[in-house]
């Protein structure tokens, strides 16, 4: 006859349902309010490869990484989860150059010819500078061929999802 012990039962079963019930409320948690973005393809627009996307923090400032939703261009679909770097907030002028953009606070390095000769577009159209309108964000990718504001104009505060952080 097989005696029955009450201690046992309980490391037995009750320790591991309590620790898979932790980790399970922890992950609900985690995934209602932030996302983790693996990035493998090999046309980055900024380095890194793994992120985490704060779905609560829709106001990002200059100089912060943020994840939108694509507006319908030429050549990109609306609605596609993009990571770049917030260039310029409502309000602030933004220079562009052939190498760098900058703003008030911030000069980022940023290549543009890869990207113009990709499109056939001639650099000397897309350097200047411009004001980011109201309810807008500048949107920057500091890789060669990062396809950003500079060619499709600043991206309305409503398609952000979320403020981004590097993690690799």
């Avoid at 309980?10 to 983790?36: N, Q």
């Avoid at 030429?74 to 150059?97: C, F, M, Q, R, T």
Wanted: glycine share 8%.
């Amino acid at each position: 006859m097989i005696k029955f012990d009450k201690a046992h039962w309980r490391h037995t079963y009750l320790l591991p349902f309590c620790i898979a019930a932790v980790i399970t409320a922890a992950t609900t948690w985690f995934s209602h309010s932030y996302k983790l973005i693996l990035v493998l393809n090999s046309d980055k627009c900024i380095p890194g490869s793994v992120f985490v996307v704060d779905t609560r923090q829709k106001t990002v400032n200059s100089g912060e990484l943020v994840m939108f939703m694509s507006p319908q261009t030429d050549i990109l679909p609306s609605g596609i989860n993009i990571i770049k770097l917030v260039a310029g907030v409502e309000g602030d002028l933004v220079e562009i150059g052939r190498f760098s953009v900058t703003n008030k606070k911030h000069r980022f390095s940023a290549p543009i010819d890869n990207a113009a000769n990709a499109l056939n577009i001639d650099v000397q159209k897309l350097i200047g500078t411009r004001t980011v309108e109201n309810g807008g964000i500048f949107v920057l990718g500091t890789e060669p061929g990062s396809y950003d504001s500079r060619f499709f104009g600043s991206i309305k505060t409503q398609q952000v999802i979320g403020r981004a952080y590097l993690i690799i």
